[in-house]
């Protein structure tokens, strides 16, 4: 099925942005904040709540990811996937870590903290130099992400499902029986679209369901340094 001339013309247009204003559009990018997170785990509290702060800084993308390795405490964590584990665990060989743990915060893709402590985080995060690669657009359900005659090397382009604003959830059995837990921009979907090695890229993003936000991040492979991100 060919696209309408409108969303034709809505893509060139977006294009043309990008690469009329590529080094604002990088500029653009937020830090990004993935906590690794289980409703299993009681050391997990301070690290979420934390988290809820974090996602009110609009310059900073906040994300929850649920892993399941602690569902056998008693707790089976309802927002826990098994592709949320393996970001994390790929993550961990060039963090210097043994395994995978709870709570983890990785900023930027590249900077590992625990999350107890605000000011702590809120440290890493202005250390962080602003995210260097493409801009990134969403038009309509196309990404769009930039050229950058510098770059060659491939980077992985993500799509993030997740649930803007907090949420609620009492916890029943295991390690944090009877409380009820807040969690902050909870990831729902993690899908890799494509590879992006420097040219203008146009990958098509399947519709969002419910209330669902989206979010891209361009990525080095393997777990690398977060190149830039946006959310729609």
């Known amino acids: 099925m060919k696209h309408s001339t409108a969303f034709n013309l809505a893509i060139i247009a977006a294009v043309f942005a990008l690469g009329s204003t590529a080094q604002a559009s990088a500029g653009q990018s937020p830090a990004v904040v993935e906590l ?22 609009p310059n900073v993308l906040a994300l929850s990811f649920s892993v399941t390795y602690w569902d056998y405490l008693g707790w089976k964590d309802i927002f826990g ?41 809120r440290r890493v995060i202005a250390s962080e130099s602003t995210l260097s690669g ?15 005659k510098s770059r060659t090397a491939a980077a992985d382009v993500w799509l993030v499902r997740y649930a803007l604003g907090t949420v609620q959830v009492p916890v029943a059995r295991g390690e944090n029986a009877d409380e009820t837990l807040p969690h902050a921009h909870v990831v729902h979907a993690l899908t890799r679209l494509g590879t992006w090695n420097g040219k203008i890229l146009k990958l098509p993003i399947p519709a969002a369901t419910g209330d669902l936000k989206s979010a891209i991040i361009v990525q080095e492979p393997n777990g690398g340094r977060i190149l830039a991100a946006t959310t729609d």
């Open 134 to 148: 493409p801009g990134i657009a969403l038009v309509r359900n196309v990404a769009v992400i930039d050229a950058a």
């Open 81 to 121: 996937k098994k592709e949320f584990t393996d970001r994390q665990v790929t993550y961990e060989p060039a963090l210097g870590q043994s395994g995978p743990f709870t709570p983890q915060m990785v900023v930027n893709g590249h900077q590992s903290i625990v999350g107890y402590d605000l000011n702590e985080i």
């Open 36 to 57: 690794f997170t289980s409703q299993g785990c009681s050391s997990c509290p301070p690290a979420n709540a934390n988290l809820v702060k974090l996602s009110n800084d």
